[in-house]
């Protein structure tokens, strides 16, 4: 795809790409080391798992100060700061002795990344015309895409040939290489008299809500769990501190996040889509290796096929995408990518326990693909569209957070509820197997119900005739 024809929109265009490239390539490859990691270190799952929780938990509490820091320093010098934790955070975890070590050195990771892919669109729409928006982002988002995808594969080579110290020694020669290439291509930012004071109190509200809300989640293994007292006060704090949050973030005259956005109704429509559509995919992730592995006894690599086939639709239908996007508006390309979603996520909970199923499986995760690469980074670039460039930090950094922050509490709640359901099933003398199968069907059925609400939000959409790129009004103001 032709970028265009200006040197420095092709310089920044590719800087991004590669930073998002290191980051994305370097989280998933991580997955599959950790029965290594277990058996390296003598540890059990639960401590395993932090390896990836850690990262998780530390990128949504950066991502809240990545709009203050981007708007008080610059974003050329914050993006910067990002690989350069980034390349910190990879040296330590090859030097790591101890799990506790390794932790540590992805939570590095994860306060670098929650800097760096925030700011990836803002740089990108910084360089482009509003009618290219659509062609570029679906680029960025493709090759996101096909990172993730290909991560659990890499390591997994990575781990075959060699040890696990080199899944974070890779990463540095790449953000070197990244560094050089940002600091030399990223236009500085314009100095400005207009510096806001920081909001401790959100700041303080915001982690303490989500920093409890992820612990919690972490916790939380059955019914039992999120019914103890202990748990249920812990879930009470969380939710007291983000109502706080909320209140405080309308009040405060330089708040830690800029809530006036969600006027914006095309931003606040996308926000809603994207964070279905994500949980969607996320809950994939843990039901299609649960109904391969398990219901149909196959070999785990037929999972992989089935994701990585997902991953490349996606991608390849992106561009189409971005194209329609710049034509014709999102309205009818999202409209399109949601009822295909939802036509593969309710198929996928019809099906029965039949070996050729895998086929059937495979085409809907096609289809599914295609479902995705139609609407969530059509729909982010149109909600960013209105969104005027001082802001674009902030709207892309909340639109992450939500996005992520929702998809850890709905994996959450399908494994406890897949434990609870299946256990139902047995009592009424279903088989074990049966009894899993028949669950994950219903999770899928829900989902599959849940994206077909929102094709209205898709409708609401502003049409091409209506686009009016960023003309949010606000009476806030950051000075």
């Not at 039901?287 to 992989?304: A, C, H, S, Y």
């Not at 460039?389 to 494994?415: G, K, N, P, W």
Request: aromatic fraction near 10%; charge should be positive; include cysteine.
């Amino acid at each position: 795809m032709k970028i265009g024809k200006n040197s420095t929109e092709k310089k920044v265009v590719f800087t991004i790409l590669l930073g998002a490239i290191t980051v994305s390539l370097n989280n998933s490859a991580l997955n599959p080391a950790l029965p290594e990691f277990m058996q390296v270190f003598h540890i059990g799952p639960a401590l395993a798992s932090w390896i990836l929780a850690a990262f998780m938990l530390a990128m949504c509490l950066t991502l809240p100060i990545t709009g203050y820091l981007s708007h008080n320093l610059g974003k050329r010098r914050i993006y910067l700061l990002g690989l350069a934790l980034f390349i910190f955070g990879s040296f330590l975890g090859s030097m790591a002795n101890n799990i506790y070590f390794v932790i540590f050195a992805r939570s590095i990771q994860g306060i670098a990344s929650g800097l760096i892919l925030p700011l990836s669109l803002p740089f990108i729409f910084s360089v482009t015309e509003a009618q290219k928006r659509g062609r570029i982002t679906s680029l960025w988002a493709s090759v996101v895409m096909i990172s993730l995808a290909i991560g659990p594969f890499f390591g997994a080579v990575i781990l075959a040939v060699t040890s696990w110290e080199i899944l974070f020694l890779i990463n540095i020669p790449i953000s070197l290489f990244t560094f050089t290439l940002a600091a030399k291509n990223l236009a500085r930012d314009q100095e400005t008299n207009s510096k806001s004071s920081f909001d401790w109190i959100g700041f303080s509200l915001i982690t303490l809500g989500l920093g409890c809300l992820i612990w919690t989640c972490h916790q939380l293994k059955s019914w039992q769990d999120i019914t103890s007292n202990s748990n249920l006060l812990i879930l009470a704090l969380t939710f007291g501190c983000l109502l706080f949050f909320i209140f405080n973030q309308l009040k405060s005259k330089s708040p830690l996040l800029n809530l006036r956005l969600f006027q914006c109704r095309n931003y606040s429509l996308s926000v809603i889509i994207t964070m279905v559509q994500t949980v969607a995919m996320f809950e994939c992730l843990v039901l299609l290796p649960l109904l391969i592995q398990k219901v149909f006894n196959l070999n785990p690599i037929w999972t992989g096929i089935a994701l990585l086939t997902t991953a490349l639709s996606a991608s390849l239908s992106l561009n189409l995408a971005g194209k329609v996007l710049d034509l014709h508006g999102p309205r009818n390309i999202v409209m399109v990518g949601l009822i295909l979603s939802a036509i593969a996520i309710f198929s996928l909970g019809q099906l029965s326990t039949h070996p050729h199923n895998m086929v059937w499986i495979i085409l809907l995760m096609i289809l599914r693909g295609i479902g995705i690469g139609f609407s969530i980074t059509p729909v982010t670039t149109a909600g960013l569209n209105h969104i005027k460039q001082r802001y674009l930090v902030e709207a892309t950094a909340m639109h992450d957070m939500i996005r992520r922050a929702a998809s850890s509490i709905a994996i959450l709640f399908v494994a406890i509820y897949l434990e609870i359901r299946s256990s139902s099933f047995i009592h009424q003398g279903f088989s074990q197997l049966v009894s899993l199968h028949l669950s994950i069907n219903e999770v899928f059925l829900v989902t599959g119900g849940l994206i077909a609400t929102t094709i209205p939000c898709a409708y609401l959409l502003a049409s091409k005739k209506q686009q009016h790129f960023a003309e949010l009004s606000t009476k806030h103001n950051h000075s």
